[in-house]
């Protein structure tokens, strides 16, 4: 089964049409923190709800309280994060098969950096493939070291590739601007690449985490 | 002399009066590709305006060129990103002594992780502890190896700490939750620490780049 899973960033970075899916989704549905409150306030209702809700009223928490069936308290003072347990709990109690997860964008930078950085840690390693960040203007996906093959997405003209940690060997073939075999010790992202003529771009690396991040403009910026 | 900085993230992420503060400001003002047009568009004149200004219609560029004396137009095919040869110009032509960057977040987060991510680079580190990062809602700083002290600044209740490298004894005292001699292979962000009680917080660490990001919950989250 595949999961969505809202977390508690900007309303406005959400993709247009987000909510109205949901409602004819049969995939399960994740809340995390604030996150689960815009679901239930969208008439939508949570599978699972997970945080330690302290950013939200007693009669917000009350809300979600109400309406979903798990809910998990978070202990503020702890080793993981809410979105961290969240990706634990969706794939070691549900058993899903890949997960989108919304609202992890934008707004508070060191939340950002959580879940960019949370497949980096060993025990999260196993979950990178499987997950997906979304937001209006972006599509980040995880790799492990091996060669990958890296479809365009319709409406995302940009390619990023940026390895998170040191990497080896990093060669990227088919894209508009090409590497071979780049080493690096620190993260680097290398921007604004762009498919060629609708072909698949192949990536390769021999050690470390590589995210690829599709991103388009918005339309008000965008060349006519 | 110090400088400001204006690059193309989303105008709506600026801080608010950013615009007005800047026409009192007799501070180096720099624009970046769209963030030029961004400064033009507000009565601003850019003293130097860097970028290859692609993304901007013909009519857009004449205006940014009408006004502004010192004009470098960059490669698209280039080792260095726009923003970087705005750090460089800002330093080693224009001597300032620090620089604050806006409209680095958001938008693209290709071209977010540029900005976070440039000052790892080997030539980009002697700039690291003179550019700040700064958006609505985060102020982000850049650390070299050493003891550091982090005021608290009004307004900005959470403190972020964000190994951007992999780090040897990072300590983190006098917050609310204290780290003492962490070492990581991998960037984490260690989010959602807090000041107490107005007092100093104290990181040290022997190897690595560390990002300090203070931020704040917008006004419509805040907890009451």
Redesign the interface.
């Known amino acids: 089964m595949k999961g969505i899973s809202l977390l508690g960033g900007p309303l406005?970075l959400i993709p247009e049409g987000f909510f109205e899916e949901q409602k004819n989704n049969n995939q399960l549905l994740l809340g995390v923190d604030?996150g689960s409150l815009f679901l239930v306030e969208k008439g939508l209702i949570p599978d699972l709800a997970i945080g330690d809700f302290?950013?939200l009223?007693k009669e917000e928490l009350v809300k979600i309280e109400k309406v979903v069936k798990d809910i998990r308290y978070s202990n503020p003072?702890k080793d993981l994060?809410d979105s961290e347990l969240m990706i634990k709990s969706a794939f070691e109690n549900y058993h899903l098969t890949s997960l989108e997860v919304y609202g992890a964008?934008?707004?508070?930078?060191?939340?950002f950096?959580?879940n960019?950085?949370t497949f980096?840690?060993p025990e999260f390693q196993v979950y990178a493939p499987k997950v997906t960040l979304i937001?209006r203007?972006?599509i980040?996906k995880f790799f492990l070291p091996g060669k990958h093959y890296i479809k365009p997405v319709e409406g995302y003209k940009?390619l990023?590739i940026?390895n998170?940690?040191?990497v080896e060997n990093l060669s990227i073939q088919g894209a508009k601007?090409p590497l071979k075999d780049y080493n690096s010790?620190?993260?680097?992202?290398?921007?604004?690449n762009e498919f060629v003529a609708g072909k698949t771009v192949e990536i390769y690396f021999e050690k470390g985490?590589v995210a690829v991040?599709y991103?388009?403009?918005?339309d008000r910026?965008a060349?006519?």
Chains 1, 2 share one sequence.
């Not at 964008?105 to 939340?111: C, F, N, V």
């Open positions: 406005e604030r302290d950013s009223k003072v994060t964008t934008g707004g508070r930078l060191d939340h950096l959580v960019l950085f980096l840690k937001d203007q972006n980040i940009y990023g940026v998170l940690t040191d601007y010790t620190y993260p680097i992202s290398f921007a604004s985490t991040i991103s388009k403009d918005l910026f060349n006519i």
